[in-house]
T-cell receptor, first 114, second 116 residues
Framework: KQEVTQIPAALSVPEGENLVLNCSFT??????LQWFRQDPGKGLTSLLL?????REQTSGRLNASLDKSSGRSTLYIAASQPGDSATYLC?????????????FGKGTLLTVNP | NAGVTQTPKFQVLKTGQSMTLQCAQD?????MYWYRQDPGMGLRLIYY???????DKGEVPNGYNVSRLNKREFSLRLESAAPSQTSVYFC???????????????FGSGTQLSVL
């Protein structure tokens, strides 16, 4: 059974810092990995999707990396801003054929202080 | 472009009552999903529909039924609500390739359900 762990569970940083969020998974036979953002009382928004054949994806100040062999992914946020405050979740896709299997981590609650 | 629309946003039920949560997407996605999110448990899949006309159980299907009405709409029904079904429910959709992997997953804004 796939298990996805996100460390730390919560993180508080001053504005302007660069930071790294971690995601680890136990089954490396994945199709892809997604990073999501969730604001309080809202749904999830997909930030980045990395296919299993890729090593990283970038969008603006966000960079996500994937190391399948070690079962790890990191989300790097450059020059953090108070608007980045949210919960960040990763999810790994182990689907095969018609069998759907997406496993979410429990998230990292990020607070960026002005 | 509305994305994924869920209704209602809030609902309070008494034990034993029934209700249907509605979900519609306008992105021409083939796959749709219902998740529940509980503190400390994370997101768990209830049911999914890989394509129009098909539905499959997820991790926590007991007490729920679903209908994929057409390509756009996927509803979730609680036939006899129980306090254990108090949760936040999310509908999501994506395009899934023939190989089985998703493209990006799009979520609705959620339904907060309380069962008393």
């Amino acid at each position: 059974k796939q298990e996805v762990t996100q460390i730390p569970a919560a993180l508080s940083v001053p504005e302007g810092e660069n930071l790294v969020l971690n995601c680890s998974f136990t089954d490396s036979a994945i199709y892809n990995l997604q990073w999501f953002r969730q604001d309080p009382g809202k749904g999830l928004t997909s930030l980045l999707l990395i296919q299993s054949s890729q090593r990283e994806q970038t969008s603006g100040r966000l960079n996500a990396s994937l190391d399948k062999s070690s079962g790890r992914s990191t989300l790097y946020i450059a020059a953090s801003q108070p608007g980045d405050s949210a919960t960040y979740l990763c999810a790994v896709d182990n689907s095969g054929g018609s069998n759907y299997k997406l496993t979410f981590g429990k998230g990292t609650l990020l607070t960026v202080n002005p | 472009n509305a994305g994924v629309t869920q209704t209602p946003k809030f609902q309070v039920l008494k034990t034993g009552q029934s209700m249907t949560l509605q979900c519609a997407q306008d992105m021409n996605h083939n796959s749709m999903y219902w998740y529940r999110q509980d503190p400390g448990m994370g997101l768990r899949l209830i049911y999914y529909s890989a394509s129009e006309g098909t539905t499959d159980k997820g991790e926590v299907p007991n007490g729920y039924n679903v209908s994929r009405l057409n390509k756009r709409e996927f509803s979730l029904r609680l036939e006899s609500a129980a306090p254990s079904q108090t949760s936040v429910y999310f509908c999501a959709s994506s395009y899934r390739s023939l190989g089985g992997a998703d493209e990006k997953l799009f979520f609705g804004s959620g339904t907060q359900l309380s069962v008393l």
